[in-house]
């Protein structure tokens, strides 16, 4: 799929957007290749500090409130991929990783403060189980804090 979108990057606006959408799994497991294709620098030296959460314990149905401060230690403006993972526990004890993106954005130097919202509640693609969930900031493909939080069954 990258030797494709490699040949076609470029070629078109319309081009670049659709390949972007195909190659979101491989931008959301970190994959250098692609986040550089899509002007990522998956090296860069970024930074995450107070990520902080409205509750350390929570019912299924809740809904997590969450925020964090980046920066990246680039002396010019640097386009930031910033996500989100939230490792939740399945039944057995094993656990399941799902990443939702907060923002693909040009960030001066600095601190830049973001603020998201993420609800338990079950869905027919996605039932909650109580448990430890860690949460996880992601900036260009790469974990920078993770916090937990406990979910507990009504």
């Not at 620098?41 to 314990?57: C, G, N, P, Y």
């Not at 996500?83 to 601190?111: C, I, M, N, S």
């Not at 949460?135 to 009504?154: D, E, K, M, Q, Y």
């Amino acid at each position: 799929m990258l030797d494709l979108a490699e040949r076609w990057h470029g070629a078109h606006v319309d081009t670049d957007r659709l390949l972007k959408h195909a190659c979101r799994t491989l931008l959301k497991r970190g994959d250098a290749r692609a986040l550089r294709l899509f002007g990522f620098d998956a090296e860069v030296e970024a930074e995450v500090r107070r990520l902080t959460v409205s509750a350390r314990r929570l019912a299924i149905g809740d809904t997590l409130g969450f925020a964090f401060d980046v920066r990246h230690r680039e002396a010019e403006p640097l386009t930031l991929r910033i996500e989100y993972a939230v490792d939740f526990v399945r039944p057995g004890g094993k656990r399941h990783r799902k990443v939702f993106q907060v923002a693909e954005r040009t960030l001066a130097p600095g601190w830049h403060t973001f603020e998201r919202r993420h609800r338990f509640r079950d869905f027919t693609t996605r039932l909650h189980h109580p448990g430890v969930h860690a949460l996880s900031v992601i900036v260009n493909g790469r974990p920078a804090a993770t916090t937990r939080v406990t979910l507990v069954a009504v």
